[in-house]
């Protein structure tokens, strides 16, 4: 099997179609394009999301805790506490554990959410020290974002652009290779560009103007597309133009071949909003601090289409991100 998340085919046949919701508490569980699970708890709902770092061996702590609590974002919430499961080879050294535990901590403390668990274990089973973690939000009933909600015609706006983790990441484990093709601020600039992948301050800014949100993964921005086409059976009309992309991101996409679009971006929050709402968004963000941009709409077709340079191209199924191609 190819390195990376499960293609959709086999998410849906090996996973999906093998479990199934026993509770009618459970709100929302494993489905393409969901971010959370949800479970009724009186007047309340409880969200929670799981994930690894896999991708790198830089900034552990810092990624665990972001992308982590990134997916509670989604539901415009801030998250309460994150349980951190780390799984570290024989060679690893006592500073290295305590390390990824002060990172965690420092970004835990920005984010005002508490490590409260989780499990630490040398092991043979893994080459390289793996993460993972379970976030958790507490949120009203009623303000349970409803999927039957959004309809052709609403807008898709991003924050900050594309690419924002892989770009990071390559940058840190390609560092000597890429100082001998390009200037030593074009590679700072691309580091830094890992400090922008949380996105909880986009989603609870967002929750008052937002019909949905979906975090930007793996597959990069035209995964999540993809995926929230399925996820809402609408169609999607998207304008390449409209996509902001860093510097950095281009020229490093660029040298190793790769496309920025299809780069894992956590730090990128996508989120659908009514058409007459969406310059209020904007607005909001912008008063934050956060750049935003409108690049396109759901529609009634089942089409996936991306339109770059007046040419309408597909949007296909995501398969490995990009960045297994490059580390």
Same mark, same amino acid.
């Given at each position: 099997?190819?390195?990376?998340k499960?293609?959709?085919?086999?998410?849906?046949?090996l996973?999906f179609?093998?479990?199934?919701?026993n509770?009618?508490?459970v709100?929302?569980?494993?489905?393409?394009?969901?971010?959370?699970?949800?479970i009724?708890?009186?007047?309340?709902?409880v969200y929670?999301s799981?994930?690894?770092?896999t991708?790198?061996?830089?900034?552990?702590? $810092?990624?665990?805790?972001?992308?982590?609590?990134n997916?509670?974002?989604?539901?415009?919430? &801030? /998250?309460?506490?994150?349980?951190?499961t780390i799984?570290a080879?024989?060679h690893?050294?006592?500073d290295?554990?305590? $390390?990824? +535990?002060?990172e965690?901590?420092?970004?835990a403390q920005?984010?005002?959410?508490?490590?409260?668990g989780?499990h630490?274990e040398?092991?043979?089973?893994?080459?390289?020290?793996?993460?993972?973690?379970?976030?958790?939000?507490?949120?009203?009933?009623?303000? !349970? @974002?409803r999927?039957?909600?959004?309809?052709?015609?609403?807008?898709?706006?991003?924050? $900050?652009g594309v690419?924002?983790e892989?770009?990071?990441?390559?940058?840190?484990?390609? #560092?000597?290779?890429?100082? #001998?093709v390009?200037?030593?601020?074009?590679?700072e600039?691309?580091?830094?560009l890992?400090d922008?992948?949380?996105?909880? $301050?986009?989603?609870?800014?967002a929750?008052?103007?937002?019909?949905g +949100?979906?975090?930007?993964?793996?597959?990069g921005? %035209?995964g999540?597309?993809?995926?929230?086409s399925?996820? =809402?059976?609408?169609?999607?009309?998207?304008?390449y133009e409209k996509?902001? *992309?860093h510097?950095?991101?281009k020229? *490093?996409?660029? =040298?190793?071949?790769i496309? &920025?679009?299809? %780069?894992?971006s956590?730090?990128t929050m996508?989120?659908i909003v009514?058409?007459?709402k969406?310059?209020?968004?904007?607005?909001?963000? @912008?008063?934050n601090g *956060?750049?935003a941009?409108?690049?396109? @709409? !759901?529609?009634?077709?089942?089409?996936?289409?991306?339109i770059?340079?007046? #040419?309408?191209l597909?949007?296909?199924? /995501?398969?490995?991100? #990009?960045? =297994? @191609?490059?580390?």
């Amino acid at each position: 099997m190819k390195i990376g998340k499960l293609t959709i085919s086999d998410l849906n046949n090996l996973i999906f179609n093998n479990i199934k919701n026993n509770d009618n508490k459970v709100l929302s569980s494993g489905e393409i394009g969901s971010d959370c699970a949800a479970i009724e708890v009186g007047e309340n709902v409880v969200y929670l999301s799981t994930d690894p770092i896999t991708g790198t061996n830089s900034g552990l702590g $810092k990624l665990a805790i972001n992308i982590n609590c990134n997916d509670i974002a989604t539901e415009g919430i &801030p /998250p309460v506490g994150i349980m951190l499961t780390i799984l570290a080879p024989p060679h690893t050294e006592k500073d290295e554990i305590a $390390k990824i +535990m002060k990172e965690a901590q420092e970004e835990a403390q920005k984010l005002g959410v508490s490590i409260i668990g989780g499990h630490t274990e040398i092991t043979t089973a893994v080459n390289k020290t793996i993460i993972s973690a379970t976030s958790i939000g507490i949120g009203k009933k009623s303000d !349970f @974002k409803r999927k039957e909600n959004i309809k052709a015609g609403d807008r898709l706006v991003i924050t $900050k652009g594309v690419g924002i983790e892989g770009t990071g990441i390559i940058a840190f484990d390609k #560092e000597s290779e890429l100082q #001998e093709v390009f200037p030593t601020s074009l590679i700072e600039e691309a580091k830094s560009l890992l400090d922008l992948t949380s996105v909880v $301050k986009d989603g609870v800014i967002a929750n008052s103007f937002s019909k949905g +949100m979906h975090d930007v993964t793996e597959g990069g921005l %035209l995964g999540a597309l993809w995926e929230s086409s399925c996820f =809402y059976n609408l169609g999607l009309e998207i304008f390449y133009e409209k996509i902001f *992309i860093h510097q950095s991101t281009k020229e *490093i996409c660029k =040298y190793f071949k790769i496309n &920025p679009l299809k %780069l894992i971006s956590s730090g990128t929050m996508l989120i659908i909003v009514d058409e007459n709402k969406v310059n209020f968004l904007l607005e909001k963000l @912008k008063e934050n601090g *956060i750049n935003a941009f409108n690049i396109g @709409k !759901f529609t009634e077709s089942n089409e996936k289409v991306l339109i770059k340079n007046g #040419e309408r191209l597909e949007i296909a199924s /995501p398969e490995s991100d #990009e960045l =297994y @191609k490059v580390i």
